[in-house]
């Protein structure tokens, strides 16, 4: 399973680059915006930091601008990925950038058709927001496990990546649900290396071994 974090904060990003595994770094227009900086300056900066993906959100109106605005980022990005938000002109430059190679993403998936959709245009990676599904009373896990159901059953090869996710627990689900990918803020990230029984146990470990050093050393 591919593990990004969604933030443009460069402390964020430093500190979670500090573990290897960590696949990339997801954005969209609302984290951009937090910088209060050209977005292009500050994916400069997160690519330097990142040796993984780097994910965009075009914002242009019309597929053939989209593709063009993909195409200025990815000049700036060593391994992009392109969000689209989902709708008619983002699924004809999905399935015109997907047949340039360039990896995509459907992003504000909220249904089961919608996913569909973004695999039929090639999209590398769909993205329903389990969150904001769950906040509004319906199931975000049941629509993951209906989209990996029908992914499997078509042979789509679109991963899903569980977005808007709100704890630790989600991530579980995710890789329970068969997720391919997760992205989530750097606070659930950071909380999913720790237990209290973990440092509790090294504690314990730390001291003993101690208490064993000691020991050798008066003999
Ligand atoms: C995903 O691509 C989005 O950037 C993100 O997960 C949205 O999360 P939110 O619902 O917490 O804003």
Same mark, same amino acid.
């Given at each position: ?34 910088? =209060? ?8 900066? !997160? ?29 700036? *990005? ?37 996913? *569909? ?28 496990? /209906?989209?990996?159901?029908?992914? /499997? =059953? ?16 989600? !991530? ?14 750097? =606070? !659930?990230?950071?909380?999913? *290396? ?26």
């Amino acid at each position: 399973m591919e593990i990004f974090i969604d933030t443009a904060d460069i402390k964020e990003i430093k500190s979670a680059s500090q573990l290897s595994i960590l696949d990339g770094v997801t954005t969209n227009p609302t984290i951009l915006s937090k910088q =209060k900086l050209p977005p292009r300056e500050v994916l400069v900066e !997160i690519n330097s930091l990142v040796r993984g993906k780097v994910w965009y959100q075009v914002t242009s109106e019309k597929a053939g601008d989209m593709v063009d605005e993909a195409k200025e980022m990815i000049s700036v *990005i060593n391994r992009p990925v392109i969000k689209l938000p989902m709708g008619v002109e983002a699924l004809n430059a999905c399935h015109i950038l997907s047949k340039e190679g360039i990896e995509t993403n459907m992003t504000l998936v909220f249904s089961v058709s919608q996913a *569909i959709l973004a695999a039929k245009a090639g999209a590398s990676y769909v993205s329903p927001y389990v969150g904001r599904i769950n906040d509004t009373g319906w199931s975000g896990y049941q629509l993951i496990r /209906e989209i990996v159901s029908v992914y /499997e =059953k078509q042979q789509f090869n679109t991963k899903v990546i569980g977005a808007s996710l709100r704890g630790s627990y989600d !991530i579980v689900e995710m890789a329970m649900l068969g997720a391919k990918a997760v992205t989530m803020p750097y =606070k !659930i990230f950071s909380e999913l *290396i720790r237990h209290p029984m973990t440092d509790i146990g090294r504690t314990q470990f730390d001291n003993d071994w101690q208490g064993l050093q000691d020991h050798l050393k008066n003999m």
